[in-house]
């Protein structure tokens, strides 16, 4: 649990949209989901808060966007939606 709590964290810090950036909310009932715009750099937040695996469908202006996955460092493909576990999260850094 520390060391996914120090790996936020080092997104938090290393991220300056993730601190100064604008927030859009994209949630629905099932995933809070939201970006962080600042400049030209682009984060996206998505989390499951329901005890299922949910289908999100990810908003037209996101879709085919190519991004890294700032928690695993692997590259994710933005479809129309996104299959997430139970509890699942996720940060995106648009490319």
């Known amino acids: 649990m520390l060391a996914e709590y120090q790996s936020l964290m080092n997104i938090y810090t290393t991220e300056n949209a993730a601190r100064k950036g604008i927030t859009t909310d994209f949630s629905t009932s099932d995933v809070v989901c939201f970006g962080k715009t600042k400049d ?10 329901r005890n299922g695996t949910k289908e999100f469908s ?7 966007k190519s991004c890294k996955n700032l928690l695993t460092q692997g ?3 933005l479809n129309s939606t996104q299959s997430l ?6 940060i995106l850094k648009a490319n």
């Open 40 to 49: 030209t750099v682009q984060l996206l937040v998505m989390v499951n808060i």
């Open 75 to 77: 590259s994710v493909t």
């Open 58 to 64: 990810v908003p037209a202006e996101l879709q085919q």
């Open 85 to 90: 576990e139970t509890y699942e999260y996720l």
